[in-house]
């Protein structure tokens, strides 16, 4: 193989969500950090182009507090506002509807959450606001679950992306259905990206060598000891699962097949 | 006080004094919010950034007022 076709094969597509290319295939959250430089300093870190924000109403009582906007600068990040925190369908969409209103695009991250505790979400309400938001106009990346019959529906509802969870949000659990999220992966038309759940660095690989197009993460990068070395951590583990499937990996064998050669042994 | 309660509005939740019609312009001024940092619902109509001149803040407006912070 020439030096420029190991190139060529070194050099990754990019990906295109709603009509726009990235490079990057780590999206992060922003939250849970200790204040903005942080969150800037991991974000910066972490070679994310598309960057998740939450929608609050603002503070009127400290109306010197710094905005989120001023660290993470909407002319060189996507910015991916979600609907955290919404129980219904209604809010949700309320809550997108304001979002756009900032005046940063039409993507956002729908997830209607349908249980406190777990934190999973509400199937039928998720593809509830993603019909009236994909009418709106809105580029809709739903959070959901690793359900494969739910993310066809959602791909067919127009989703620009589907999001299954690797495991319930912050838990750092891991991928906890690979095989879910190959059968999704095989049969979606859009991106999929894994959403929530990763722990640490060999969970995004994991996500990368199944073949998703992208990971999202926030407490995985916010909660480690060093936020701004696992933001490294998790950009290199998603180009090393990238490359690793784009590489194709061996098939798994029982029994060992031998690495040096079996002639010329000496005696 | 009955004069303040009838010139004041709901924002985000809680009774706000306004003193009379205001143009949203000049609350947003008054809060020191920057029109490219936030989105603004008056009775629960979005208001387009476009329309902020024009629209005028009354009393008993129920005005939600939003921003983008950390979150996942």
Known sequence: MSTTRKAEKMQDTS??????????????????????????????????????????????????????LDFIDP???????????????????????????????????????????????????????????????????????????????????????????????????????????????????????????????SDAAEAMELGCDGVLMNTAIAGAKDPIAMARAMKLAVEAGRLAYRAGRIERKLYATASSPLTGLIG | MPDAIATSITLNGDPYPLGGDTPLTALLERLKMRRGRVAVEINREIVPKANYDATIVRAGDQVEIINFVGGG
């Not at chain 1, 009509?19 to 430089?37: C, H």
């Not at chain 1, 956002?108 to 994909?134: C, H, M, N, W």
């Open chain 1, 75 to 201: 002319k060189r990040y996507q910015i991916l506002p979600n609907t955290a925190g919404c129980f219904t369908a209604e809010e949700a969409i309320r809550t997108c509807r304001l979002a756009r209103e900032v005046g940063v695009g039409d993507l956002v991250k729908l997830e209607v959450i349908g249980d406190q505790q777990t934190l999973f979400p509400d199937v039928a309400a998720t593809l509830e606001a993603a019909r009236v938001l994909v009418k709106e106009g809105f580029k809709v990346m739903p959070y959901v679950t690793d359900d494969p019959v739910t993310c066809l529906r959602l791909q067919e509802i127009g989703c620009v992306a589907v999001m299954p969870l690797a495991a319930p949000i912050g838990s750092g659990l891991g991928i906890r259905n690979p095989f879910n999220l190959a059968i999704i992966i095989e049969q979606a038309k859009v991106p999929v990206i894994v959403d929530a759940g990763v722990g640490t660095a």
């Open chain 1, 15 to 68: 990906f295109e969500l709603g009509g726009r290319k990235f490079k990057s295939r780590l999206i992060v959250g922003t939250g849970k950090y200790r204040d903005f430089a942080e969150t800037k300093a991991a974000v910066e870190e972490s070679g994310a182009e598309i960057v998740t924000v939450a929608v609050r109403r603002v503070n009127i009582t400290d109306r010197g507090k710094e905005n989120l």
